[in-house]
Structures are given as C-alpha cells and as structure tokens.
C-alpha cells in the first residue's frame, strides 16, 4: 500500500518532445508528452500532437489504451475523433498515427513498463510514408529523468539529439 492515491495535474508534470518529424520546407512536427505516472507494472501519460504529426505503426509490451481527449488522428485508416476510445492487446501493432489538422491530445494508459517494439517491414514503410509527405525522422532531447528500470525494446521511437 502507498498511502492513497497519488493525485497530479498535467500542468505540474514536465512535459518532454519525444517525437519529431521534419518537412522539407522547415516545418516540424512532434508529440510533447508527460509521463503522469511510470513504473515497471503501469504507465500513464498525457500527450499533445502537433498539426501533421505522423507517427509510426507500434506496439507496447502490455495492454494499452488511448483515448482522444481533443482535435483527432487517424490510426491506420481509421479517423478517431475527440471521444474515441482505442484498445490494442499485448503483442498486437496499430497505426501509422497521423494528427489531424488541429493536432490532438490523448491520454494513454498502458499495463506493463511502457516500452514499445516495431517490426522491420513497419519502420521502412514509416520511413516511406514521411518521404511521401516530404519529410523525415527528427531528433529530440533525451528524457532527463528515464525510468528507474530497465525497459524492454524501444522505449521512444526516433533519434536522440545531444542535450
């Protein structure tokens, strides 16, 4: 037992880029998230899209929740809008994610450390996708205060810059 419950607003957790997309005509796009809650059996975290973030098709090692809370993406082919529920079984993959044309912001719960995995064949049609809309991967600051573990795979997807 911890005492109770732990209780944070999302205005008092730092928020982190932890993915970034570069457009050939100098726009970028990324998610800025904050990790409400980090442990080896949960992960909380609230995150905003920016307009035009596309993100790779993924997984979590745990089950893993996402609910939109603001604007919409498509996952995949589908257009989930504020409202929308998304469910994805260990072990299972969605998306590529694009953020619509106001961005959005979700709220994702997944059971387990959080880290993700993306298969080969996944990455290089990611890679293609971001060439058809003329960008690229981006780099980002490493995560000043990582999990006190060690997580399995990838934790964020994409290149770290130097701080």
């Not at 059971?111 to 991967?137: N, R, T, V």
């Amino acid at each position: 037992m911890l005492g109770g419950p732990r209780i944070k607003h999302v205005d008092d957790v730092e928020e982190h880029e932890v993915v970034r997309i570069e457009y050939a005509d100098g726009r970028s796009a990324s998610v800025h998230e904050r990790f409400m809650e980090m442990s080896p059996r949960f992960m909380s975290f609230w995150n905003r899209w920016d307009p035009g973030m596309i993100q790779r098709k993924h997984g979590h090692h745990g089950d893993h929740v996402v609910f939109i809370l603001k604007g919409e993406m498509m996952v995949g082919d589908t257009l989930c809008t504020a409202g929308s529920h998304i469910y994805l079984m260990h072990g299972d993959t969605f998306g590529p994610w694009i953020a619509g044309p106001e961005g959005c912001e979700t709220l994702g719960i997944i059971a387990g450390e959080g880290s993700s995995f993306c298969a080969e064949q996944d990455m290089a049609d990611f890679l293609d996708l971001l060439a058809s809309k003329g960008a690229k991967q981006g780099a980002v600051p490493a995560i000043k205060n990582p999990p006190p573990w060690k997580p399995r795979g990838i934790v964020l997807p994409g290149p770290i810059k130097d701080a």
